[in-house]
């Protein structure tokens, strides 16, 4: 795919992603504009819904590297630290939020795409606002094969330098560990590749 082609596709996963969006945050709050409300909601306090926006940074306009780690819902130990030249790809999720449940066909597909390549690239998800159990029994149900961290309180989010308070939001992060994309909101699998693919070009 050439840098015209994947500009399209980005531009085309927004507008399809935009378009859909209000449905699934109206079945996630009662006010889908209402911040407020969203993060005074029963047990799922904080979530906000995306919506569908797509950020990429230039090389020149990034952050310090990000430092995520935790411990896998499996219960293994996981680190950033040691993936050093890898591109990340960064889910927060949560098998409670409906715009999360929808997009997880379309993130497995990229992750075994991009898996076939055998280049350098790596998915983690973040579980949210649940216990490893109930992620893990989401993830073995759905048939996703990327690990995910457990929520532990939220500890590994906060890592994020305040780039994901939506649910969901992908990141995608450079071999320097550094926020070089981000959507707010599902992610299609065109879209995501896409943000991918240009990141690897910067390498080139």
């Known amino acids: 795919m ?21 449905t699934f945050a109206a079945a996630c709050s009662s006010d889908p504009n209402s911040v407020a409300d969203q993060a005074r909601s029963g047990d799922r306090k904080g979530y906000v819904a995306g919506d569908g926006s797509i950020e990429q940074l230039a090389v020149s ?41 929808k997009e997880t066909p379309d993130l497995q597909k990229a992750w075994e795409t991009v898996q ?9 998800g973040l579980d949210k606002l649940e216990g490893p159990e109930t992620g893990l029994a989401f993830q073995r149900a759905n048939k996703v094969t990327y690990p995910s961290l457990a929520y532990d309180g939220g500890v590994p989010i906060l890592s994020l330098q305040g780039k994901a308070s939506a649910t969901p939001t992908t990141l995608v992060l450079d071999g320097r560990a550094r926020i070089a994309a981000r959507v707010s909101g599902p992610v299609s699998t065109t879209t995501l590749l896409g943000l991918v693919d240009d990141v690897l070009a910067e390498k080139a």
């Open 2 to 22: 050439d840098h015209l082609d994947r500009r399209t596709a980005l531009r085309w996963g927004a507008v399809a992603m935009a378009g859909g969006l209000v």
């Open 61 to 101: 306009d990034r952050g310090d590297p990000v430092t995520l780690e935790g411990t896998t819902l499996e219960g293994q130990p996981w680190s950033s630290a040691d993936r050093a030249g890898t591109v990340l790809v960064v889910n927060v999720w949560g098998s409670w939020c409906p715009p999360c449940i």
């Open 116 to 124: 076939a390549t055998g280049k350098k690239i790596e998915f983690i």
